[in-house]
């Protein structure tokens, strides 16, 4: 594994439960919990599966 995709698998974990928390505090919509979870998601895989 590549240093970005190491990052990579420790950072998602970490933005999806801050994105979570957000919304349980209200401050994030959930269509916007959603947007950012998929997001990150999407990322992390477009990345890890690159060559």
């Keep these: 594994m590549t240093d970005a995709q190491i990052g990579l698998s420790v950072a998602t974990p970490v933005i999806i439960l801050f994105a979570i928390t957000l919304n349980r505090m209200?401050?994030?919509?959930r269509g916007a919990t959603l947007a950012a979870v998929?997001?990150?998601?999407?990322?992390?895989?477009?990345l890890v599966l690159q060559r």
Excluded: E, N, P
């Design 26 to 29: 209200g401050v994030l919509q």
């Design 38 to 46: 998929f997001a990150a998601i999407v990322i992390a895989a477009s």
